[in-house]
């Protein structure tokens, strides 16, 4: 059996499931939509677990890790469990970097440690500074930070309950738009750019983003495949980057739960499908 988790706030799963679990139906595999935080999940060792709209999970952290860890260990977790355990938190960000991936320059804040925003300006050379939860989605908890707003002769001192991420804010995000580009087994399936509503720099569409399947230039394809062959491998993965003049950054890296923007790319449906199918048996 093949399982997509979904959550109890979308307990029939999104759009896309649907078009996974027809790809799935149509190969005789066995395969069901099912809550991650509802009902019983003791699976049996053939069993594959696809994590895909397990989108509350940031509001029930310890329940997920106790799901997602008993789930591996009686089945197939997909993406791996120690993928999921390293992704969920932003800092595999610096990880990447350090493997060469292109990424937006990025300084970590711990928690309850003073900030001085002001140095941050001056290092990355910028006037608007973004942050964000080291665990989070959807753009919760997001926050921006312009120089002309500081005060002045302050120098910005803040701290959080949490830690954090600092990165200069590209001003590009908010005229070109963000690119997602979705990989399948590490091969590059297709690409969509997701445009902010004006005055607005979160790329999801409930947020009014204008989202399009487009053909990537060649630099952000390039950063793309760079930045999957530095990290892990993967049944799946969205990149996402921006492209700031002709050279792309990367902003994160998606191994969890991604959306995967299915709708009318059924060749990347049909090619997630195999390999899920592959991985079952």
């Known amino acids: 059996m093949i399982h997509l988790a979904t959550c109890s706030d979308h307990p029939a799963g999104v759009p896309e499931d649907d078009l996974l679990l027809d790809a799935l139906s149509s190969r005789s595999q066995a395969a069901a939509i ?3 935080d509802a009902g019983d999940w003791r699976l049996t060792s053939g069993d594959v677990c696809v994590i895909r709209s397990t989108w509350n999970y940031v509001d029930k952290r310890d329940e997920f890790a106790v799901w997602r860890r008993a789930v591996a260990e009686r089945g197939r977790l997909v993406n791996p469990l120690e993928v999921i355990e390293w992704n ?3 800092k595999y960000l610096l990880e990447l970097q ?12 711990a928690e309850g440690v003073a900030c001085r925003l002001e140095e941050h ?3 990355f050379g910028c006037e608007e500074l973004v942050v964000k939860p080291t665990v989070g989605a959807g753009s919760s908890g997001l926050e921006i930070h312009s120089l002309n707003d500081l005060e002045p002769n302050a120098d910005g001192v803040r701290s959080w309950t949490y830690d954090v991420l600092l990165q200069p804010l590209v001003p590009a995000i908010r005229t070109e738009g963000e690119w997602s580009l979705v990989f399948v087994a590490g091969v590059f399936q297709h690409a969509v750019r997701k445009r902010p509503a004006r005055g607005d720099i979160r790329s999801q569409p409930e947020f009014g983003a204008n989202v399009t399947a487009e053909t990537p230039p060649r630099q952000v394809l390039d950063a793309a495949e760079q930045t999957v062959k530095a990290g892990p491998v993967t049944t799946f993965a969205r990149i996402d980057l921006v492209d700031n003049g002709g050279t792309a950054l990367l902003m ?26 592959e991985l079952h048996g």
């Open 98 to 109: 350090s493997r060469g991936a292109p990424t937006v320059p990025t300084a970590l804040v």
């Open 34 to 36: 099912r809550p991650w």
């Open 88 to 90: 969920i938190d932003k």
């Open 121 to 123: 300006f001056a290092a």
């Open 252 to 277: 994160e890296a998606e191994y969890i739960e991604p959306q995967l923007f299915l709708e009318g790319q059924p060749g990347t449906v049909r090619a997630l499908a195999e390999a899920l199918a």
